[in-house]
């Protein structure tokens, strides 16, 4: 038998907004963002191992902690205008088929935690990078935050020979 007060506890639950975790970055001016899930660790520049006959948009790699990871520059992969490395940049280090990859952004903003109802598809060609990369636009605070989709950001092949570069 279900009483008011259970029905009253599933009522609220239904109401309550599914939500995303988020980790925040810049790429110039433009904030992107990546599931949390996927993500094993924010690190500063290093020196970097230099690798030839690497596609341009790998930097080389760097060992971290024994681990040995492609930095792949997304400014270069997404045709966006050079920038030296600083003080803020950072390589935000993430999985995705039992490999670690270092994707080198300018900035590394924050965690986020927005609710899925605030994503809404791509616009088809308003954006700095191929909307071929992006699952969505969250609109958060004011502001608008691009959700990139790791699985498109490389195709199979590619990330096969850029995982081939860490052994």
Do not use: C, W
């Amino acid at each position: 038998m279900i009483t008011k007060t259970q029905t009253g506890l599933s009522a609220k639950a239904e109401k309550r907004t599914e939500t995303i975790q988020l980790v925040s970055f810049l790429l110039g001016d433009e904030e992107y963002a990546i599931p949390i899930s996927n993500v094993q660790g924010i690190n500063k520049m290093s020196d970097i191992t230099k690798l030839p006959n690497a596609f341009d948009y790998v930097e080389g790699i760097i060992n971290l902690r024994g681990s040995i990871i492609p930095l792949i520059n997304l400014r270069k992969r997404f045709s966006l205008p050079p920038k030296e490395f600083d003080k803020t940049t950072r390589f935000i280090v993430i999985e995705h088929n039992n490999h670690l990859y270092g994707f080198i952004v300018d900035f590394v903003n924050r965690v986020l935690t927005i609710p899925k109802n605030t994503i809404e598809p791509p616009p088809p060609s308003s954006l700095k990078i191929d909307s071929k990369y992006v699952t969505g636009i969250a609109k958060y605070e004011n502001r608008l935050i691009i959700l990139l989709d790791l699985t498109k950001v490389f195709t199979e092949e590619e990330f096969t020979q850029i995982s081939n570069l860490n052994g």
